[in-house]
């Protein structure tokens, strides 16, 4: 891993480029002629380890607001996007059991990766040596790190903080970067596209037409289809991880390792 900067926000944060970051440009095109966008793409977040607050005492799927502890880990700045997903496609011979083209990543480059299944995204994540966060892997990094928290942005989200409230549009996903990120430099944690989680929706919650043979799994993030409610940090949402949609994608977290610790 390549160190690239740090910071400090509660705890130490540090910004790594992580395996497998940069092999999806041309071969041809040298770090100097990377727009400061394409330079980002594959960064990932030091999550320190600690105790950190979940949950909502207003949220009734997600309650109460409780503190678990977490060991160490690193998640992508970004959802992964259609040129990362692409270059995952042509490396490793996965067939995807989504709608995925590689034509997303020649026209939409740096737009999140959508049409992915669960199954999709874990091919992607053990490819590369890393996984899918847990949800609550997720919602800390969303409310970076803190307690009271209910929008990643801080405040009641506007149509300039995140992409979201655009159900009328055909396909109303961003490039990653088009928003401002949070506390921890964390972008589209609110919008754009729902993210697949390793956490599968408890089955005693599951009900009506999906609860037979589908295997839930949480969502977490809201979509540019979503009104501000479903944006939320502590918002959960339940689908069959064997179906996709425009407006699902999914990013990556690494365990921390022990060089990483000293």
Same mark, same amino acid.
């Given at each position: 891993m390549?160190?690239?900067f740090?910071?400090t926000?509660?705890a130490?944060i540090? @910004?790594l480029?992580v395996?497998g970051?940069f092999?999806l #440009?041309?071969g ?9 966008e394409?330079? /980002?793409?594959g960064?990932q977040?030091?999550i ?7 949950g909502?005492e ?5 309650k109460?607001?409780r503190?678990i ?6 998640i992508?700045i970004h959802?992964?996007?259609?040129r990362?997903?692409?270059g #995952?496609?042509a490396e490793?011979?996965?067939?995807p /059991?989504g709608?995925?083209?590689?034509d997303e990543a020649r026209?939409?480059?740096l737009?999140?990766a ?5 199954e999709d995204?874990l091919?992607y994540? /053990? ?7 847990t949800?609550?892997?997720? $919602?800390?990094?969303a409310r ?6 209910i929008?990643?942005?801080g405040?009641i ?7 979201f409230?655009r159900y009328?549009q $055909?396909n ?9 990120a949070?506390?921890l ?8 596209v729902?993210e697949?989680?390793s956490s ?7 009900q009506?037409k999906?609860?037979?043979?589908l295997r839930l ?7 540019w289809t979503?009104?501000p409610?479903?944006?939320r940090?502590?918002?959960r949402?339940?689908?069959p991880a064997s /179906?996709?949609l425009p407006? @699902?994608?999914?990013?990556?977290v690494?365990d921390?390792?022990k060089?990483?610790t000293?």
């Amino acid at each position: 891993m390549k160190k690239i900067f740090s910071f400090t926000t509660g705890a130490i944060i540090l @910004i790594l480029m992580v395996g497998g970051s940069f092999l999806l #440009f041309p071969g041809n095109q040298r770090s100097g002629e990377w727009s400061s966008e394409e330079k /980002r793409i594959g960064m990932q977040v030091k999550i320190a380890r600690g105790d950190y607050y979940v949950g909502s005492e207003n949220e009734e799927d997600n309650k109460p607001c409780r503190l678990i502890h977490f060991s160490g880990f690193f998640i992508d700045i970004h959802p992964v996007v259609n040129r990362q997903y692409a270059g #995952f496609l042509a490396e490793s011979h996965y067939i995807p /059991r989504g709608k995925f083209t590689p034509d997303e990543a020649r026209n939409r480059p740096l737009f999140p990766a959508t049409n992915i299944t669960y199954e999709d995204a874990l091919a992607y994540a /053990r490819f590369y040596h890393k996984r899918l966060p847990t949800e609550w892997e997720w $919602e800390i990094a969303a409310r970076s790190l803190k307690k009271d928290v209910i929008y990643t942005a801080g405040a009641i989200p506007s149509l300039k903080t995140g992409n979201f409230f655009r159900y009328k549009q $055909e396909n109303g996903t961003t490039p990653v970067f088009s928003y401002p990120a949070n506390e921890l430099g964390i972008y589209d944690m609110a919008g754009n596209v729902f993210e697949w989680t390793s956490s599968q929706y408890p089955l005693m919650k599951i009900q009506g037409k999906y609860k037979k043979p589908l295997r839930l799994m949480v969502l977490r993030g809201g979509a540019w289809t979503n009104i501000p409610h479903d944006v939320r940090v502590t918002t959960r949402t339940p689908f069959p991880a064997s /179906r996709n949609l425009p407006w @699902i994608g999914f990013r990556c977290v690494s365990d921390e390792k022990k060089e990483d610790t000293e």
